[in-house]
């Protein structure tokens, strides 16, 4: 038997632009009678169209001599790790301001972190020897160490019920300040990570999904905490493992 998608389900359709006419329909139906879910609606099509609007121009010239320079010195896997390490300088995910190409304004860190947790994974997931700075057999000196870092408590989570399991975690920047991230893997190799980091507004949003090439990431946050999942999976395990995070870290 087929089961119907979720309202909520719907919605995050909706922003992704992945409705089919009759799921439009069904979704149009709801939010006629559902004044809050058409706000919320419309808040998270305005966060997508930001979260887009916030990826600033790179110089072309500049970074075709960055791509070209690292396909001259490097093989093809490691070309494309450099490749992602060209990205996150030409995000400019260091500099701690995104600039809006339209219009010039700063953006909130609550844009950044997806992009930049999607980049960190491209980057460090591919490695063998180096993935991560301490590795999961010191699990509660790499929580203390970040806590400490970030100023708040960060806990690794435990998502052996999932297939993952921890490989370790390292420090990353992120605007005005320091981001967590953790990786994760599970028997087949398959990786994905965990992103964390703390920010000045408070909120509490859904789950939202969004597809880079083939990385998938789900984003959320609760109070003062971001979260981002990333992997190559398909949306329903990383939305899967997303939940299971987020239940062990309220």
């Known amino acids: 038997m087929t089961t119907e998608p979720t309202i909520e389900t719907l919605m995050q359709a909706a922003v992704d632009g992945q409705l089919t006419p009759s799921q439009q329909d069904r979704l149009d139906r709801h939010l006629a009678s559902h004044p809050a879910d058409r706000a919320r609606l419309d808040a998270m099509i305005r966060q997508a169209g930001m979260m887009r609007d916030s990826v600033p121009q790179p110089d072309p010239a500049q970074l075709d001599r960055l791509m070209r320079g690292a396909r001259q010195s490097?093989?093809?896997?490691?070309?494309?790790?450099?490749?992602?390490?060209?990205?996150?300088?030409?995000?400019?995910?260091?500099?701690?301001?995104?600039?809006?190409?339209?219009?010039?304004?700063?953006?909130?860190?609550?844009?950044?972190?997806?992009?930049?947790?999607?980049?960190?994974?491209?980057?460090?997931s591919p490695e063998v020897l180096h993935p991560v700075e301490v590795f999961a057999d010191q699990r509660d000196h790499l929580q203390t160490w970040l806590s400490n870092r970030l100023g708040a408590p960060v806990i690794a989570p435990e998502l052996g019920?999932?297939?993952?399991?921890?490989?370790?975690?390292?420090?990353?920047?992120?605007?005005?300040?320091?981001?967590?991230?953790?990786?994760?893997?599970?028997?087949?190799?398959?990786?994905?990570?965990?992103?964390?980091?703390?920010?000045?507004?408070?909120?509490?949003?859904?789950?939202?999904?969004?597809?880079?090439?083939?990385?998938?990431?789900?984003?959320?946050q609760d109070g003062r905490w971001e979260y981002s999942v990333v992997g190559r999976s398909g949306r329903q395990v990383i939305e899967t493992i997303a939940r299971k995070a987020h239940e062990k870290l309220i």
């Open 74 to 124: 490097t093989g093809h896997a490691g070309f494309r790790r450099l490749a992602a390490a060209v990205a996150i300088f030409a995000l400019g995910l260091g500099s701690g301001l995104f600039l809006s190409r339209d219009t010039a304004m700063p953006v909130t860190v609550m844009a950044q972190a997806p992009v930049q947790a999607a980049a960190a994974h491209a980057l460090y």
């Open 161 to 220: 019920e999932t297939g993952y399991r921890l490989i370790g975690g390292r420090l990353l920047p992120l605007g005005h300040g320091p981001a967590a991230f953790f990786l994760y893997e599970n028997e087949s190799g398959d990786r994905l990570s965990l992103f964390a980091n703390l920010t000045t507004d408070p909120a509490q949003t859904s789950f939202q999904y969004r597809r880079d090439g083939d990385l998938g990431i789900v984003f959320w």
